[in-house]
């Protein structure tokens, strides 16, 4: 099987995708410059400005715009370069986008699909952050945020041919990330959840580049004798426990690993479902690494000490199983 | 005969050389942030030059440590125009301890301090352009109104929300700020055409109901006399003023921005003819208010001082691990 990045996955997807003439790109930077993260180099050369369109620095309206095309049953696929700008967005992804369907007696529907990255390096506090909680939060959107390129192009081409919107979300951290992906075409379901690694002595639970970091972890605990098993969730909202409980029954242990902020971010949500379904296995409390709470630094020392790393999971591990 | 710019609008040849001085020392650290940058010392690097006599021109008209300004990640000239130094400006792009922008928390660009009356900003472009509608509010409730607020943006800049949100208010109320657009014709890679409906941005103050006023924003004298009238109404109670200066980055967006992909050498150079500095070089050459060796020495003294800045700021620690939740939350009230 041909081994090739995020970055290449997201393309291939993105062009198979526009074989469906109903599929147009609109984003910041995204025409002549090809992107941010060099995703869309070449799409407007090959489908024209009709369908690969510039945008003035307006992140509502891009949004909005994509909503009204989604309604009359365009298929949008709107980039916010950076996910902290979706910020100026979330009007029209929560009054709007999350709940037209449902609004409109069921109307009309908003198959639109929002791009986005998370990420961090040195660029501090606002330009740093994590809204997937945010996002998983509005009933009515799905929440896809895959870790591996097979998963990014078997989702993002699910996500653009699902009735309902879908925020992508990407990693900067993560467009070079090599592997596996079938020539013959694929898609992989939203909601639904996939062991990444098997083991039997805690189960970590995790997503995004968090898997990555996760299978790291795992590693170094195997020369200990420590069998980590991995499930990486792929989509927030609808989330699939299913595997997770399983596992965790098997393990009695758990460990929840997510780059954003531990209050009211996505572990919490992730490990309030392990202790609702998994009470009677629980062998030691549930632990969880994240985000320090603080906006992040610029410094390069402080923001070490403020994102996960594969020793805070291995800690963290280590401490479910004393 | 008409009057030499700098005579008409009251300028000595003494400040004029301040302002070269001060210009060089500002290419001087745009230089060696670039540097900086591929040794690995300044992560994020964004760029002032070419923007120095736009920048430098609305600073003569601001009353420093007076009149609020409320910056963009652009204004690393206006800072230093304002009083911030060399070392200050390292030491935030390095992020080093003593960083008086934010204690070495905000990514370079988001200059601050508050004895200048500079206020921080957020990334998110025009986001920080309503905030210097309600200094000029506070200033006009609190019976100060002839203290002004400057605002700074760019032209892409004025597609968001949060742009026509504060032109609509400051409109509305006629409040003491000047807007101040560096257009550069360029929002990263997306040129004029594709980020602004109109040719010129001053045209949409019409619609908030305030003067558009367009200028060079490579001549440093129409940029003051512009800016100097803008201020001057402001603080007159007369309202609010949209002015628009014309110029060019002369370097990438920052330093993970490739600007070949978007624009050809041939513009940039045509661009490099306007350069604000030498520019201003002529000028003074021209009109014999300083001669090739005078103006070689103040260069080479702006370089100096950077590089005597760079050591210090490069021998300076980082922030300590100790301090990482400080200034999250204010102390409460005794
Ligand atoms: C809300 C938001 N959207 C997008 C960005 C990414 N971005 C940073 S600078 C920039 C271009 C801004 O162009 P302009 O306002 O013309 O200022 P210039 O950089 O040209 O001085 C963009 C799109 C951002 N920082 N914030
Ligand atoms: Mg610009």
Redesign the interface.
């Known amino acids: 099987m041909p081994v090739i990045t995020v970055r290449e996955a997201l393309r291939q997807a993105l062009h198979e995708v526009m074989e469906d003439q109903s599929v147009f790109i609109i984003g ?2 995204i ?4 992107s ?1 993260y060099g995703v869309t180099a070449g799409f407007l050369e090959q489908y024209g400005p009709d369908r690969i369109r ?1 945008a ?6 891009i949004v909005g715009l994509a909503i009204g095309a989604a309604m009359v049953g365009m298929r949008p696929i709107a980039e916010i370069m950076s996910v ?2 979706s ?2 967005a979330f009007d029209q992804l929560f009054n709007h986008a999350a709940k037209i369907y449902s609004m409109f007696g069921g109307q009309m529907q908003v198959p639109m699909v929002l791009r986005t990255t998370n990420g961090w ?7 740093s952050q994590s809204f997937d909680s945010m996002f998983a939060y509005m009933p009515g959107l799905k929440v896809v945020a895959p870790a591996t390129p097979y998963d990014m192009k078997g989702l993002l081409k699910a996500s653009v041919a699902d009735p309902d919107p879908v925020v992508f979300i990407e990693h900067t951290l993560m467009y070079t990330v090599k592997g596996e992906v079938p020539e013959e075409e694929y898609s992989v379901p939203i909601g639904r959840s996939n062991i990444v690694r098997e083991g039997r002595h805690v189960t970590v639970v995790t997503y995004s580049r968090m898997v990555h970091l996760s299978l790291q972890a795992a590693e170094i605990l195997a020369k200990e004798g420590i069998e980590v098993e991995i499930v990486d969730l792929r989509t927030l909202r609808p989330l699939d426990m299913s595997l997770s409980i399983e596992s965790f029954k098997k393990t009695n242990r758990g460990v929840v690993v997510t780059e954003d902020w531990q209050s009211f971010g996505t572990s919490a949500e992730i490990a309030a479902r392990l202790y609702e379904y998994g009470f009677d296995h629980l062998d030691a409390p549930i632990a969880r690494v994240n985000f ?1 709470e ?2 992040m ?6 923001e070490l ?2 994102v996960v790393t594969v020793d805070r999971i291995v800690h963290a591990i280590r401490s479910v199983l004393k | 005969m008409q009057q030499p710019p700098h005579i008409a609008l009251g300028l000595s040849p003494e400040q004029l050389l301040a302002v070269l001085g001060g210009m060089h020392r500002s290419r001087a650290v745009d230089d060696r942030l670039w540097q900086l940058s591929r040794q690995g010392k300044a ?2 690097v964004i760029t002032a030059a070419g923007h120095e006599a736009t920048q430098f021109g609305c600073a003569l008209a601001i009353n420093a440590g007076r009149d609020y300004v409320v910056p963009y990640y652009r204004d690393m000239a206006l800072a230093m125009a304002l009083g911030q130094s060399p070392l200050e400006i390292l030491l935030h792009a390095m ?2 301890q003593g960083d008086p922008a ?1 204690g ?5 660009g988001h200059f601050s301090s508050r004895s200048l009356r500079i206020v921080s900003g ?6 920080h352009v309503p905030h210097a509608v309600g200094l000029a509010l506070a200033m006009r409730i609190r019976g100060e109104g002839n203290i002004a607020a400057a605002t700074f943006f760019g032209e ?2 004025t ?4 742009w026509h949100e504060a032109m609509t208010i400051a409109g509305i109320h006629q409040l003491p700020v000047v807007f101040v657009c560096e257009n550069n014709y360029y ?4 040129p004029q055409p ?3 409906p109109v040719e010129d941005v001053a045209a949409k103050a019409a619609g908030y109901g305030m003067p558009g006023v367009v200028v060079d924003g490579n001549d440093l004298f129409a940029v003051y006399a512009a800016a100097r009238a803008a201020l001057q109404r402001a603080r007159n109670g007369d309202g609010p003023t949209l002015l628009e200066c014309k110029t060019y980055r002369l370097r990438p967006h920052s330093n ?1 921005d490739d600007d070949r ?2 624009r050809s050498a041939a513009e940039v150079e045509q661009w490099r003819q306007r350069d604000p500095i030498p520019r201003l070089e002529r000028y003074l050459l021209d009109r014999h208010l300083a001669t090739d060796a005078e103006i070689s020495a103040i260069r080479q003294a702006a370089r100096d001082e950077v590089d005597e800045a760079t050591r210090i700021a490069d021998a300076t620690p ?2 300590a ?1 100790e ?3 400080d200034h ?1 939350y204010g102390d409460q009230p005794a």
């Open positions: 910041e930077d025409g002549h410059y090809g941010t510039d003035p620095i307006a992140e509502a309206g902290n700008f910020l100026l390096t040195q660029l501090s506090a606002t330009h320090k603080v906006p630094p610029y410094s390069k020392n402080l000490q403020t | 992560h994020f992020g080093r934010s070495g928390r905000q990514m370079f957020s990334s998110s472009v025009g986001s892409g800049a597609a968001e929300g949060a929002a990263i890679s997306v594709r980020e602004v993970a992909k978007y980082r922030p691990v301090t990482i939740f999250l």
